[in-house]
């Protein structure tokens, strides 16, 4: 969704992020995994088991903190 504006929020937890972003109408959510690349940080949309557990959580933050705006 990154469309030059910055997310309203993001929820993270270990190396998952959950970032909220509004639109005219409704909110979107993308879920990224960070990691570090030699020197370079960089995200990706693919998860191993490990990460699964922090996906569930983050995303449960975002769906409850989109519930609340309505």
Do not use: C
């Not at 990154?2 to 005219?24: C, D, H, I, M, Y």
């Not at 109408?25 to 490990?50: I, M, P, Q, R």
């Amino acid at each position: 969704m990154p469309n030059g504006n910055p997310p309203v929020v993001k929820f993270r937890l270990g190396s998952v992020t959950a970032s909220v972003w509004q639109n005219e109408k409704h909110y979107n959510v993308t879920l990224a995994k960070s990691y570090k690349d030699g020197e370079e940080w960089k995200e990706t949309d693919s998860f191993g088991g490990g990460d699964l557990m922090n996906a569930v959580r983050v995303l449960q933050r975002a769906e409850s903190f989109i519930s609340d705006q309505h």
